[in-house]
């Protein structure tokens, strides 16, 4: 057996469906990388395996959860491991630290209960800007600079202005 997935060309699982899916069906991750010549590449395994890994991000996320409400002590003892996983929150403040690992871990909950991992990426990415402006003093202090030009109006995101 395989341990990574297996790759194809989206045209493959097109033209050779069986073929494709009995790759995918030979690797341990029972998944296949199809890449696709003008978009992004997609993943392909059964539903059976995407509702596994579902089940077991949802539990983890509810297990974090009760302990870090049970215990005051596990979120200490959490954000010192932080860096494990994340090693750049060794540049923020250690309240900083703590609001992350809280964020995170509400908004992975919230995530898991509507069944999608996406609204955790911006905020990983957000969290780790934060941290590279505290790893630069210039460029912190340069941002804490007070303004006082008006810089005219701020014109709302796209998403939010349609």
Do not use: C
Request: aromatic residues 6%.
């Amino acid at each position: 057996m395989t341990l990574m997935s297996a790759e194809a060309n989206f045209s493959e699982l097109i033209q050779k469906p069986k073929d494709t899916v009995a790759r995918m069906q030979e690797t341990h991750r029972k998944g296949i990388t199809l890449h696709r010549r003008d978009d992004e590449d997609l993943y392909l395994t059964t539903a059976a395996r995407a509702a596994a890994a579902a089940e077991v991000v949802d539990s983890t996320t509810r297990m974090f959860m009760a302990l870090m409400k049970s215990d005051p002590k596990a979120v200490s003892m959490l954000t010192g491991v932080l860096p494990e996983a994340f090693p750049w929150v060794r540049f923020l403040p250690d309240a900083a630290v703590r609001e992350f690992l809280i964020e995170f871990m509400e908004t992975a909950r919230a995530a898991s209960d509507l069944g999608t991992v996406d609204p955790l990426a911006p905020l990983i990415a957000s969290w780790k800007s934060t941290a590279e402006i505290h790893s630069d003093p210039a460029l912190r202090s340069k941002l804490l600079e007070p303004v006082e030009d008006d810089l005219g109006p701020v014109e709302a995101p796209a998403a939010e202005a349609e």
